[in-house]
């Protein structure tokens, strides 16, 4: 692998141009568009075995990255957000190989880096840095601040002890703290003072990339726009690409010139921060944002998604992966509900199948059996559907349930109310700008492409 840290004129201990601003928001033509890419990712894959017994045998796999591609550009921020579980942190540390990746190729600078190992892997890790959630995990008690800060240095060959000091001194000067500090230990830092000793030690070796794993989320709100603040300063100082990990949409639009938004181990839409966050294409990211924007807020449509429950990433749904959840499912062709009646039919399958059941039809809960017309109110449902067979299906399912018999009433759901979006994988569509893996955006499949006012 080729090492450009030294054609680059940005040492820590070389002072850049300071006329910088701290809002990524308005500057992020920053990064043009034929700029070199730094990292990149396609098809990964990392997957987690779940054994049992003494043998240790394979009976699953926790699918916790599955087929991720992306790529960032030198000095370009880029973040990957959604829910808790969705395989952002293994795909940051994979993306470092401090996770073993299970398949794709990931490229760094333009080689790749699956197969390093020894001072080739060393030299990878020197110029792409990970900063950690929790500042308190990243430093030994018993090290001074400045020893912290110092050791990759002296660990990566430099012998020259002033030299260290130095830049030590400097570059903690520029994450606002003193050189003062130097002598003094972890525990006399704040949180926020101890996420800025720890970027200083992720800069110190004048990386290329720095993986931020949701590095503002362990601090509170005044003192986490502080440290924002400072990553953004620095990355632009330093013109270091940044891939940030976070599960907070507006740390990420502040912060991110792109972003992935991540559902079950796959990126679902990836695009410009403002163009996926203005006009979110894909229905899981408007569920993450909670509303479709509007340029009227009184105007703003709520989205919500059918059921609360993440499915089991090591038994992820056919088809789409979020089609369970989905407040945009796709209705058989041959069936013609009205939008509100479809999405409450659809939330009554889903919440069945996840064991979502409402307290009132808990077929356990109660002295008395449940009555049809106690299912029908707890769903919503209405004692009449204009659509023979999804009548007939409901109609079944609920006198499946007031029986207690949940598994036939799932079955019955899944006949009536067939979908493609469980049916077949979605590929990233072709009919939007920017890549959305949603069947919606499929032109070979009878479903309208969402629209936002
Ligand atoms: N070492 C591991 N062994 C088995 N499963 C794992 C391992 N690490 C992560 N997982 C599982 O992989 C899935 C993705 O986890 P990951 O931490 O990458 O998600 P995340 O989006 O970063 O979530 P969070 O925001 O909670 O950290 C989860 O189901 C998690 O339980």
Not at 29 to 44: G, I, K, R, T, Y
Not at 49 to 60: A, D, H
Not at 193 to 205: D, G, M, N, P, T
Not at 335 to 358: G, H, K, M, S
């Amino acid at each position: 692998m080729t090492d450009h840290s030294t054609d680059r004129s940005r040492s820590p201990a070389v002072q850049p141009d300071h006329d910088t601003q701290s809002d990524a928001a308005g500057d992020r033509a920053a990064v043009p568009d034929d700029s070199h890419p730094l990292l990149e990712v396609e098809n990964l894959e990392t997957h987690f075995p779940i054994t049992r017994g003494l043998l240790r045998r394979e009976v699953g796999r926790v699918r916790a990255v599955d087929g991720v591609s992306f790529e960032i550009r030198d000095g370009e921020a880029f973040g990957l957000v959604g829910e808790s579980g969705s395989g952002k942190t293994t795909t940051a540390l994979s993306a470092l190989r401090l996770e073993e990746p299970t398949g794709g190729e990931i490229r760094f600078d333009g080689d790749s880096i699956m197969s390093l190992s020894g001072a080739d892997l060393r030299a990878f890790r020197r110029r792409a840095q990970l900063v950690v959630q929790d500042p308190n995990e990243a430093f030994n008690p018993r090290l001074t601040i400045g020893q912290a800060v110092a050791e990759p240095l002296a660990l990566h060959g430099m012998d020259d002890a002033d030299r260290r000091q130095a830049i030590v001194t400097d570059l903690l000067e520029r994450v606002g703290l003193s050189a003062d500090d130097v002598d003094r230990y972890p525990h006399e830092f704040s949180g926020g003072e101890k996420q800025r000793i720890a970027i200083a030690r992720a800069l110190v070796l004048n990386p290329d990339l720095i993986v931020a794993d949701e590095p503002t989320s362990a601090l509170d709100g005044r003192v986490q726009s502080d440290v924002l603040a400072l990553l953004d300063e620095l990355r632009r100082e330093f013109d270091i690409a940044v891939l940030f990990i976070s599960h907070d949409i507006d740390v990420v639009r502040r912060f991110c010139d792109r972003i992935g938004v991540m559902y079950l181990g796959e990126i679902v839409e990836q695009g410009p921060t403002d163009e996926v966050l203005e006009a979110p294409a894909h229905p899981y990211t408007r569920t993450l944002l909670g509303s479709v924007p509007s340029l009227d807020p009184s105007d703003r449509e709520l989205v919500r998604p059918l059921t609360d429950t993440i499915p089991d990433p090591s038994d992820p749904p056919s088809g789409c992966r979020f089609h369970t959840r989905c407040p945009e499912l796709i209705p058989p062709e041959d069936v013609d509900l009205d939008r509100e009646l479809w999405q409450t039919i659809a939330a009554f399958r889903f919440t069945l199948q996840a064991d979502e059941l409402p307290a009132a039809i808990e077929p356990d809960a109660g002295t008395t059996a449940v009555d049809e017309a106690t299912v029908r109110e707890t769903f919503g449902l209405p004692s009449d559907i204009p659509d023979e067979r999804v009548d007939r299906g409901v109609d079944d399912a609920v006198d499946a349930i007031v029986r207690g018999d949940l598994e036939v009433a799932r079955d019955r759901l899944a006949e009536a109310i067939p979908t493609v979006c469980e049916r077949s994988t979605p590929s990233d569509g072709t009919d939007c700008e920017r890549p959305v893996r949603c069947h919606r955006y499929d032109p070979s499949v009878d479903a309208e492409p969402l629209s936002w006012p």
